[in-house]
DNA sequence: ACACTCTTCGTTAACGTACACGAAACGTGG
DNA sequence: CCACGTTTCGTGTACGTTAACGAAGAGTGT
């Protein structure tokens, strides 16, 4: 049915014996290193292109005894938050699949309340030799120095989770912070009736992750503003996290205005939803996101109506496998590579992949 | 910070010589073949244990001539639904993922519309030598017979897409549409208010088809069974797939009782969607499945308010990885792979990855 | 013509594993 | 004690590629 074409038979040996040429003449212009007549050069590769020479990858990097090396930066799961647990497990699983083609990967984790362990970790990766960078430029300044020197040193670099514009970064990796805050509208819009209200609610005491939130909840403004309805959009800051700090705030905010629908801008969503339980607030919808433990037992119980959720888990896969694409094979990587928002709900959680 | 374990280094030469053996004998214990003594192969056990020794796998599949080769038995594309497509892409695109480690696959295309010729490519399967088969079991009957000419031949098969219980698959890979349609029915009770109507259409022509627009239905009724709610049950069925009868059918439903939801079982949605469109009706709601060009840009233009799908392209990769995990790897296998259950809207279809 | 440098290319030993072949070592029966 | 079979093991080649080494030829200056 198909052409009749030899799988891989097709060796460096056939295109030496075609060109009368040493395997030795051949496997230079494969890597294309110096040392070979231009005419001999353009005779082989007319007869690779011929025939549609495929390298074996096996034996190419049984024999090539050089090891690549990949750094990865980003914040260490904190009692504060499990979000980076996914993450990193998608960088594991795709260390492990690549660890047979000679890469390794190393993690460097930080603080995510502490700028100078980010930097510290930036001067090991540097003093190291590493061939990339994956890493989470959570903070902005310091993150600048240290693809400054990348740069410098042809370090190629990936971002993941948050973006710096104008970087000549290979790819960043993460969601689409305004998209899936405009989604969370949409479903909004879907579940309320002209009159109600919503109240949106951020909860963070870091300063740069809350920039993150304000991304979220300008997308989910921009769609009433695109979608006029007659609710009323109510919100409330709230910069400490534990529980108690959340229940004053919500207790006021929700003091000041009844709440048909609440939006939290983030994981922290079941902190709000222990406070609906525990007051019996069960009527009030809840939006949140990521597919956290906490978050999911309250999902189930019906108290958030829906998570939206970006793939951690595939966002630390997807980082490294653009970096090993790029290193190994030479790929061309798509600059931006936003995730897949997915919607869950108590009624589909069952098999989600994170 | 980790400890300081040589990663990879430890090959059959190190085992041999702590073994005091030679990387033959070591060879023969790790594939454990005949002709070593009990007391050298536990040795040889032990220190293989010990080291946690990891064999090369580039270097095992460049040694090892023999070739894997893996039969793949699904519909092709018909004009009457592109749904095989996405499968298909995946199955490609695992295909060439693990062309390098020697295995390759060939596709087997049937005509949904006709068993013949489904057996007949069982036929052409069981006359080749394949070490693997992945088939989607339409023909319920047809497919007992293949796979019972598998299990005498030893060969093992993953199920994808559909799944015939009982029997000893290696897995089955594909929807619950259970709890698909279940899901549909948990959205459509967020956008309905007590009172409003709910019309379900099945539009398939094919009898082995229908049966699964049945169990979502099941899913979907057993939903608000479990929920009570004053909404009323409508449904169609419609066994001609052209625009006309569809047109036709829906007009006569819609006559018999105002409908203020659709819910379509399958991919054809789009039709209904045409016909919405066609006729004004936009203010009925509309869900139904896959992601299909058609339906995205019904999707697009909010005719169609939610599409659920399965990961069609995803569910033909893993079957492929299936296989190949089992065959090359000795991996274990999960007997039922159920697939995430997608909801896409206009706001998230972007970047959705099929 | 000689010594020398470059360019161009062939040869060969790895890489880690599989497998065929054959060599010891150890019986066992005569 | 020899012939023969069996068990147990070592050796060597192969897989397709990389990369180091060095040989042959061309060119240059004296």
Redesign the pocket.
């Known amino acids: 049915m198909q052409k009749k074409n030899e799988p891989t038979?097709v060796?460096?040996?056939e295109i030496?014996r075609r060109a009368?040429?040493?395997?030795?003449?051949v496997?230079?212009v494969?890597?294309n290193r110096?040392?070979?007549?231009?005419?001999?050069?353009n005779r082989i590769l007319e007869i690779i292109k011929d025939l549609d020479?495929q390298?074996?990858m096996m034996?190419?990097r049984?024999?090539?005894?050089?090891v690549i090396r990949i750094a990865v930066l980003i914040p260490a799961v904190s009692g504060e938050t499990g979000y980076w647990e996914a993450p990193l497990n998608g960088i594991k699983q795709a260390a492990a699949e690549i660890r047979d083609y000679g890469v390794t990967v190393d993690v460097f984790l930080f603080d995510q309340n502490d700028r100078s362990s980010f930097t510290a970790k930036t001067k090991d990766i540097l003093k190291a030799t590493y061939q990339g960078v994956l890493l989470a430029p959570m903070f902005e300044e310091e993150s600048l120095d240290f693809i400054a020197r990348c740069k410098t040193q042809h370090l190629p670099f990936v971002f993941i989770n948050s973006d710096i514009a104008g970087e000549e970064s290979l790819s960043y990796i993460g969601p689409n912070l305004y998209q899936s805050g405009y989604l969370a509208a949409h479903l909004i819009n879907y579940i309320t009736v002209p009159g109600q209200r919503v109240l949106i609610v951020n909860i963070s005491k870091e300063l740069d992750l809350h920039h993150h939130l304000l991304r979220k909840e300008e997308g989910f403004r921009a769609y009433f503003q695109e979608h006029p309805k007659a609710i009323t959009l109510d919100k409330t800051d709230i910069r400490k996290t534990d529980y108690k700090s959340v229940k004053t705030k919500l207790h006021k905010a929700l003091d000041d205005a009844h709440a048909d629908v609440i939006f939290v801008t983030n994981s922290r969503v079941s902190t709000v939803a222990h406070y609906l339980e525990e007051t019996g607030k069960t009527d009030i919808r809840l939006i949140g996101y990521d597919f956290l433990q906490d978050n999911i037992t309250a999902l189930r119980q019906g108290i958030i109506d829906f998570l939206i959720c970006q793939k951690p888990q595939e966002q630390g896969h997807k980082g490294i496998m653009a970096l090993y694409n790029y290193l190994v094979h030479g790929a061309t990587i798509e600059r931006q590579q936003y995730m897949p928002i997915d919607i869950i709900t108590k009624e589909n959680c069952f098999n989600y992949k994170n």
Request: proline share 3%.
């Open positions: 038979l060796g460096v040996k030496a009368n040429v040493s395997i030795g003449t496997d230079r494969l890597n110096t040392g070979v007549a231009d005419e001999t050069r020479y390298p074996n034996a190419r049984l024999a090539s005894k050089k």
